[in-house]
């Protein structure tokens, strides 16, 4: 009888041990669980809203470790880096973190011709006004908010014109949409980055009239450079002709010159021999003598005297000598 019941204490025992670790590892399970539930977590690029009986508070939770308290606050978190909106395509692609993509843009022109346009859009949410942007448009604002509003001016912009003009306006409409986008981004709880027109799908009829328009303005290109090369050529020719009637002209005058200082040399040297010649006789005449003249005449005398062969007569005549002055 004392055996079977220090059997029965024995089991009791256990039991109550047994109990006891099931409730101690229980009560440790609710702890973790309560631990794990009262912190959280906020990624950098992000901020944390929370949310008290579902009511959101003013203030931001930065990144970093948090305590809330469990089964009554709730932490909503918000993606504050850069958002890229797409409009490209012509169906919905399911959209990455920070990227939505959603199909073109299609709008009329003034004509009531149907375009598309690719647009993206890239702004930032204000970390400040998280609990205004969850508390209002909740985590899908961009389609209660942004989208409507994108929409909205593309269709006013691109609707004041024809389609044939888009396309070569092109600059100016991207910057209309921009100004447009950026004036809407003002009252939203939202910073623009950037808007960028990436393309523009016209109606075919447009497209093969721009076309034509285009082919035109390169013959006409084509045509005023033959014309412009024509016209440089002319100028060139011109040019080389003025060149070459300056240079015979310069050579002329050069040859023409050249002849004039060779006859005025010519005619210094002529003027100066018969200086040279004249001043000679002159000194020439100044030393001629009577003394001189007989000695002279004496000198080339033969001793012979002249003779005179008379027709008709058989005289000899004697030239005779003129008679020099004493």
């Known amino acids: 009888m004392q055996t079977k019941g220090n ?45 008290t009986f579902g009511k959101y508070q003013e203030d931001i939770i930065k990144p970093g470790l948090h305590v809330k308290i469990p089964l ?9 880096k850069l958002q890229s909106a797409n409009y490209i395509g012509r169906q919905d692609i399911p959209d990455k973190r920070g990227v939505i993509n959603k199909p073109n843009i299609a709008v009329l022109d003034n004509k009531n011709l149907p375009i598309g346009i690719d647009l993206t859009v890239m702004y930032v949410p204000n970390a400040n006004e998280g609990s205004n942007i969850l508390g209002k448009y909740g ?16 269709r006013d912009v691109i609707g004041k014109y024809p389609a044939e003009q888009i396309a070569s306006d092109r600059t100016v409409i991207s910057g209309e949409l921009k100004a447009r986008i950026s004036k809407k981004f003002e009252s939203m709880p939202f910073t623009l980055n950037e808007v960028s027109l990436r393309n523009i799908q016209l109606p075919k009829i447009v497209l093969k009239k721009v076309e034509e328009v285009q082919i035109a303005k390169q013959e006409e290109q084509k045509l005023a450079m ?17 060149t070459r009637l300056i240079e015979i002209t310069t050579k002329a005058k050069a040859d023409a010159e050249k002849q004039k200082i060779s006859a005025d ?23 001629i003598t009577k003394e001189l003249i007989r000695y002279k005449s004496i000198e080339k005398w033969s001793g012979l005297y002249p003779k005179l062969l008379m027709q008709g007569s058989d005289t000899n005549t004697i030239l005779q000598l003129p008679k020099v002055d004493e």
């Open 265 to 287: 040399a010519q005619a210094y040297k002529l003027k100066i021999e018969a200086q040279a010649t004249a001043e000679a006789n002159t000194v020439i005449a100044k030393s």
């Open 7 to 51: 059997i029965v204490t024995m089991q009791n025992t256990i039991f109550s041990n047994s109990f006891k670790t099931i409730i101690s590892i229980f009560l440790l399970l609710v702890i973790l669980l309560t631990f794990y539930s009262a912190t959280y977590t906020v990624e950098t690029g992000t901020v944390g809203i929370l949310s």
């Open 72 to 80: 009554i606050q709730k932490v909503h978190i918000l993606d504050i």
């Open 139 to 154: 985590v899908n604002y961009f389609d209660k908010l942004i989208n409507p509003n994108v929409r909205d001016v593309v």
């Open 226 to 242: 033959v014309e412009n090369q024509a016209r440089k050529k002319q100028q060139i020719q011109t040019i080389q002709a003025n």
